[in-house]
């Protein structure tokens, strides 16, 4: 019932869909960072890194100090336009299979393959990806409905065996610790609890849009490493957001912050050759991340996800308060993601100036994915 409380919320106070996530309104800015030589190893805590990269323009670095402007913000909040710090250019030319970019002029070819992208809409990057699984839109439609019984959302669970399977691991792994084995679903669901139950139902059925094994170059070889960066983003977006609902929506945001991407290494994966254009230069990996934000937006909005969530996602300028709030939110979460997978293992003293909720979302990854032994699969509350 938790879970589906929460969802029936997050729909509740999102309002209207966003009217076009997608169109070529001006994008907020919210992983923003100076430039630099494509390739360089950045030192934690140096001006090129994260640690050290300005806020978006006229919001707090903090997600603390976002919520203490939420009661007095204006209606709209705006943003800078979205810039790719140093570190992201790493990733996405690891994304991509080089060691590194370079700054050359656009390829013929590049101008025209950009516009193509621009066009399509929400239906057709979404038919890029796997179906989304049964039991997540299932999901969506029930939480409208009032007076759901727990008895029904078992139901609805058990429908999915990867669901149940993972459920029955989890209530039954040393995190939980039960007096006695749990053999049954709904024992599961009530050891696991809120936040376990959301984490483990959004990770399951969404973890297969990444799993592009027999499919193209592309995303066959990257698909892996965006899981890996959407995991963590949702595990520090939820870190850092304000209790409540709004930490599940946040790890909603976070999880779905990749898929853009994903679907446009399909779209590469099916380009002739002869259309493709050079991937290394640095100026287009600059202009995918504001354009794959976009992509995501209008993908988690086809498949019914609350309208805030695509909203925060398309980092537009312009938002309300609140979906300014989650916005910031996913993009604080969104470099601590990639400072983790591009440099684990890093002490709080080689986090630079980082604030202290980032460094405790550092923190909690480190934990998550780096610990020894049998490490959690839920992020504990913190």
Request: glycine share 8%; net charge positive; with cysteine.
């Amino acid at each position: 019932m938790a879970l589906l409380n929460s969802l029936r919320k997050l729909l509740s106070s999102s309002g209207e869909r966003p009217a076009a996530p997608g169109t070529d309104a001006g994008l907020s800015s919210r992983v923003s960072g100076p430039g630099s030589q494509p390739g360089v190893s950045i030192p934690p805590g140096s001006p090129a890194s994260p640690s050290a990269l300005p806020a978006a323009s006229g919001l707090p670095t903090t997600v603390a100090a976002v919520a203490l402007v939420t009661a007095s913000a204006p209606a709209e909040l705006s943003g800078a336009p979205l810039q790719a710090s140093p570190e992201w250019l790493q990733f996405s030319a690891r994304l991509f299979g080089f060691q590194r970019l370079r700054d050359v002029p656009p390829h013929p070819q590049e101008a025209p393959l950009l516009q193509r992208l621009q066009a399509r809409s929400g239906p057709d990057w979404a038919d890029l990806l796997p179906r989304l699984p049964a039991v997540l839109p299932q999901l969506m439609r029930l939480m409208r409905r009032e007076n759901l019984s727990s008895r029904e959302l078992v139901d609805l669970l058990s429908r999915d065996p990867s669901l149940v399977g993972e459920l029955m691991r989890m209530a039954n792994s040393a995190l939980y610790r039960p007096e006695r084995e749990i053999t049954d679903l709904a024992s599961a669901v009530m050891v696991i609890g809120h936040e376990g139950l959301n984490q483990v139902v959004l990770r399951v059925t969404l973890r297969p849009i990444f799993n592009q094994d027999r499919q193209g170059r592309f995303s066959r070889q990257a698909g892996t490493l965006l899981w890996d960066l959407g995991e963590r983003c949702a595990l520090a977006a939820m870190r850092l957001a304000p209790p409540g609902d709004e930490r599940f929506a946040a790890y909603l945001a976070g999880l779905g912050a990749q898929v853009g991407m994903m679907a446009l290494l399909r779209v590469l994966d099916g380009l002739p050759v002869a259309q493709r254009p050079a991937l290394d230069r640095e100026g287009l990996h600059r202009q995918l991340l504001p354009m794959s934000c976009d992509w995501s937006a209008r993908i988690v909005t086809h498949w019914g996800f609350p309208g805030r969530v695509a909203e925060a996602l398309s980092q537009r300028a312009g938002q309300g308060a609140e979906v300014a709030l989650l916005s910031e939110t996913v993009r604080e979460a969104h470099a601590v993601a990639l400072r983790h997978l591009m440099q684990p293992g890093l002490t709080v003293s080689q986090l630079g100036d980082w604030s202290p909720s980032r460094q405790r979302a550092y923190a909690a990854l480190e934990e998550r994915f780096n610990a020894s032994g049998d490490a959690p699969a839920t992020m504990p509350a913190g």
